[in-house]
């Protein structure tokens, strides 16, 4: 009967370890998605932010332009 509850002890212990290394890995991989995520959205926030200003300025280049002829 010793020798069962050694083992449920010892399971249980392992079973402990286990999880808490699983919510290690979850919290690490939603850090990592965290910042790829702020990575991504900043990327796109700056890539618009250039797209409008070139249109802006090709825009205003070709009205100008126009004005002359």
């Not at 796109?44 to 250039?50: E, K, T």
């Not at 409008?52 to 009205?63: D, E, K, M, P, W």
């Given at each position: 009967?010793?020798?069962?509850?050694?083992?449920?002890?010892?399971?249980?212990?392992?079973?402990?370890?286990?999880?808490?290394?699983?919510?290690?890995?979850?919290?690490?991989?939603?850090?990592?998605?965290?910042?790829?995520m702020?990575?991504t959205?900043?990327t796109?926030?700056?890539?618009?932010?250039?797209g409008?200003?070139?249109?802006?300025?090709?825009?205003?280049?070709?009205?100008t332009?126009?004005?002359?002829?």
């Open positions: 009967m010793a020798d069962l509850e050694t083992a449920l002890t010892q399971a249980r212990a392992e079973a402990a370890a286990l999880a808490e290394q699983l919510r290690q890995a979850r919290l690490d991989l939603h850090r990592c998605g965290a910042a790829d702020n990575r959205l900043l796109g926030a700056i890539s618009g932010v250039l409008l200003i070139s249109g802006l300025g090709l825009g205003l280049h070709i009205s332009r126009k004005a002359k002829s």
